[in-house]
């Protein structure tokens, strides 16, 4: 009697098997949607959003998919909070790692119908991950040390990344792209000094690097369009006529004389502004904020080329690239320091015309130009050029390497199994669970490719019995082939990020018994 | 309902709006209540022990938690029952005075209540079966008292701490990494104890979470980290010896709360106050300067061109940060709190070894880390883990730990954990229960059957079979008078839990007992319920 009230109206909860079974099903759900986009020949998505406009994206990338889901299932959740961690980590391996995790629910769901207890599952998945974590880090290749050899594997990553996305036509073109970008961050993580500038028309094939810097802004009438050796003052300030910005104060005026007196004033102390500016002894002045036309005509008339409202990422990177400072105030022109370059003038990409900075004082920087045929194309090859940075720029640092297509699965699944044999008790149902869970994966790139997976895994098992082989899917020809031959990489940090993950991500769900729900909150009905 | 009559027969009203109200009554309304009470505790029983399982909670706006801590779960669970209520308290109040056994005590209220159901049914009055409670609680607590163990633990030799924290640790997700993070637990309480005065202010040990990397990269933090960075993009992210001035005033122009004006009327006046304007943000940044500060940390924000000036100065500021981290800076950095720029003196800063800012992953992440303050008792225990969920649960698991390494500090007797203590005390209160003449001899019968149930939970959620596991254990605690032995959980082999190393603070144990008994007494008490229908 009493019980029926326990919870407020509406609120729901679920108990035991059903509480397993919800959660289960929910993250399998959201794995069998992101799986047909795994591999080299996974599909693509298009993505509607419900907002004005009913924008629409085109990807295949995990964590841009399941970003844009409305999901009420909260083991779903879970897998999707996985996936937006791994992007924000490493970058890529997005897909993976949700479809590993559903794939190891789906077998724990088998164990538990088997009557295994969702524990004893947990505690030999842990046995699996460390144990295939190990095998992974003694396969790695590793070479720091040839720097060479090292920008050929950072290629083949590049290149490998690329190969699932929309840029794997022209993926030699954007891996070097992406190699040359990062190799000029000499080391740093810091993808911020890379830009990427879309801009529509053309083909892929058209994009590319841009050593210096590319502002997406164009320059007053009448000023310069040719600079060199330019002095560049960076600025975040008001051009307008100030605001008095002392609190409570305003103007109070009795006749019409006064209102051109004061506004003359303004005006005064505008154009002292503009010459504590030019005071600098700049010919190139960037801010941050709008500049109006009446400083910009005093600009114009000192032959200073002045930019105006580049955004805060802009002026920002162009800062760093420059060495400039950013300045707000203008009264000591000795001290502050101005960002030097060789050359700006205006150039067209397209039809747009963009400023472009040339022989800037930092290197690191450079910007990538993308051209396409459409939004949609821009927006997801700038994902997967992301993505490509990411993983190289991450890769920079942990320089550890692993062969790809499938073949990392292969060698974990191999040792899990070997585990699973000395393992005595239900543990071991768990672990060689495990072993399926990571076959799961080259078996789906190669459904994903329309392969006989079964045939194909079955060959690999094989060959991976053999010791130090290099055997993986060859999605192209459709059949097994040497991945160290055929120049297929991934990066160890991510494939581990995946592991560690995807098991952390299926253990936590396992580990549920029970959902309540609350009560939803009740929107105000505006209709 | 209740109707009274007076001599003519008309109705006297004694509740107002009595047909809307629903009522329940005696026994049916203690039932109805002891039924409430047992839901809640059913729904955290599979929670208890190194096995126990997780609950998912949904919240009204549709966030997650994935969490087996017993006072999270209670907390969030949205109930409507008064009764159920009740239980959400117990188990708060355990949490705010012990911080760990949230779970434990409601599983023992419930058990409790379930036992007095049975002697309900018997007709013995619940009063009674509340006082026979209280006697048995009273017996169960010097009886804990007396196989309780002192435990020597100093600054050096900080291991009995951890093994302490590891078992709290145990039954939460993070069990993976356990030892490092009950180090972390200790050593974090060691650094802000005084050991003198038996005393742990919880409130410096900062618990700062980020998501990524992985859960073994979570550490400790001999200062404080601030999730904020450099006011300006160019300032610089690494300051050694740092002098730091700790402003709750931003750097604007005063806005004074009286409503004032100033008007404007010639252009002289316009020219004057454009002058005062630009002096004013001179000034204060040239105040800063003047007392040596080399770091400035503001509560509020500042203006561009204040932002300019003091990166012009060569002077790295911090704005927008928290009142709490404003203040937990300024006491590990043994600065003062200024409010006013006028009151700047070289004495009120602050003193840090190294402020430095990292950056995280491949977002822009970025964080201010304060290391080697002048004050080393501040420290932040810095928690990564592979989702939001994970660092949640983390976060409060760690909260656990902290909780119990304080306990211990505060009062080193200890009891054992795994069942053992609830059993040997089950068996003291069945002993003690034949010397009480009366009906209370029920009631305290029943409440050493009702500690059973927490062995018992224990035994189940670790997939053994709970009823034979128990009797075994009981006859051994009686045959062998060893009262340490528990349920082995984890299948280790033994259940001595000396050897184990299962432990749980003496005061945390005693608390569970007396809280669980007070809420059930009061729950017995109540024989009327009135409640509003809907509609």
Known sequence: ?527 | MALAFDEYGRPFIILRGQEQKSRLRGLDAQKANISAGKAVARILRTSLGPKGMDKILQSPDGDVTITNDGATILEQMDVDNQIAKLMVELSRSQDYEIGDGTTGVVVMAGALLEQAEGLLERGIHPIRIAEGYEMASRIAVEHLEHIAQKFEFGVSNIEPLVQTCMTTLSSKIVNRCKRSLAEIAVKAVMAVADLERRDVNLDLIKVEGKVGGKLEDTELIHGIVVDKDMSHPQMPKHIEDAKIAILTCPFEPPKPKTKHKVDIDTVEKFQTLRLQEQKYFDDMVQKCKDVGATLVICQWGFDDEANHLLMHRNLPAVRWVGGVELELIAIATGGRIVPRFQELTPEKLGKAGLVREKSFGTTKDRMLYIERCANSRAVTIFVRGGNKMIIEETKRSIHDALCVARNIIRNNSIVYGGGSAEISCSIAVEAAADKYPGVEQYAIRAFGDALDSIPMALAENSGLQPIETLSAVRSQQIKDGNAYCGIDCNDVGTNDMREQNVFETLIGKQQQILLATQVVKMILKIDDVISPTDY
Not at chain 1, 63 to 79: E, F, R
């Open chain 1, 1 to 527: 009697m009493a019980i029926d009230k326990l919870f407020k109206d509406d609120a729901t909860e679920e108990k035991g098997e059903r509480a397993r079974m919800a959660s289960f099903i929910g993250a399998m759900a959201i794995a069998d949607l992101v799986k047909t986009t795994l591999g080299p020949k996974g599909m693509d998505k298009i993505l509607q959003s419900t907002g004005r406009g009913h924008s629409v994206t085109v990807t295949n990338d995990g964590a841009t998919i399941l970003k844009s889901l409305h999901i009420d299932n909260p083991a779903a959740k879970v897998l999707v909070d996985i996936s937006k961690v791994q992007d924000d980590e490493v970058g890529d391996g997005t897909t993976s790692v949700v479809v590993l995790a559903g794939e190891l629910l789906r077998e724990a769901e088998k164990l538990v119908a088997a009557k295994i207890h969702p524990m004893t599952i947990i505690s030999g998945y842990r046995m699996a991950a460390e144990c295939a974590r190990n095998a992974l880090s003694q396969k790695v290749m590793d070479n720091k040390e040839d720097a060479e050899k090292f920008k050929s594997d950072l290629m083949k990553i590049a290149m490998t990344t690329l190969s699932s996305k929309i840029l794997s036509q022209d993926k030699e073109h954007f891996a070097k792209l992406a190699v040359d970008a990062v190799m000029r961050l000499k080391g740093s993580t810091n993808l911020e000094s890379i830009q990427i500038i879309k801009k529509a028309g053309g083909s892929l094939k058209d994009s590319f690097l841009d050593e210096g810097f590319i502002l997406d802004k164009k320059i007053g009438i009448g000023q310069p369009k040719r600079i060199e050796n330019a002095k560049i003052l960076v600025a975040n300030t008001a051009m307008d006529t100030d605001k008095v910005k002392i609190y409570g104060a305003r103007v109070r005026v009795d006749s019409m004389s006064r209102v051109a007196q004061i506004e003359g004033a303004e005006k005064e102390k505008m154009r002292e502004k503009v010459q504590k500016i030019i005071g600098h002894g700049i010919n190139c002045f960037v801010n941050r904020q709008l500049i109006y036309n009446f400083p910009e005509e005093l600009f114009a008339d000192a032959g200073v080329l002045a930019i105006e409202h580049a955004d805060f990422d802009g002026i920002e990177r162009l800062a760093l690239v420059t060495g400039g400072e950013i300045a707000s105030t203008f009264d000591n022109p000795e001290s502050v320091k101005l960002g030097h370059c060789k050359l700006i003038e205006e150039i067209m990409i397209g039809e747009d015309k963009l400023i472009h900075f040339s022989g800037v004082e930092m290197g690191q920087a450079c910007t990538i130009v993308l051209r396409g045929a459409s939004f949609h194309v821009l927006d997801e090859a700038e994902r997967s050029l992301h993505d490509a940075l990411c993983v190289l720029s991450q890769t920079v640092i942990d320089s550890r390497v692993l062969l790809g297509g499938g073949w990392p699965e292969m060698v974990m699944a191999k040792e899990v199994d070997e585990l699973a044999r000395k393992t005595p008790g239900k543990k071991s149902h768990a672990i060689e669970a495990f072993s399926r869970a990571l076959i799961s994966i080259p078996t789906t790139i190669a459904d994903n490719a329309g392969l006989d997976s079964a045939e194909l895994i079955a060959q690999l098992r094989a060959e991976h019995h053999k010791e130090e082989s290099h055997a993986g899917i060859d999605v192209i020809s459709g059949s097994v082939g040497d991945m160290a031959e055929l120049g297929i990489s991934e990066a160890f940090k991510v494939k581990q990020a995946v592991l560690l993950s995807a098991t952390e991500a299926a253990e936590m769900i396992l580990r549920v018994d029970e959902i309540i729900t609350c009560a939803p909150r009740r929107r105000e009905d505006r209709m």
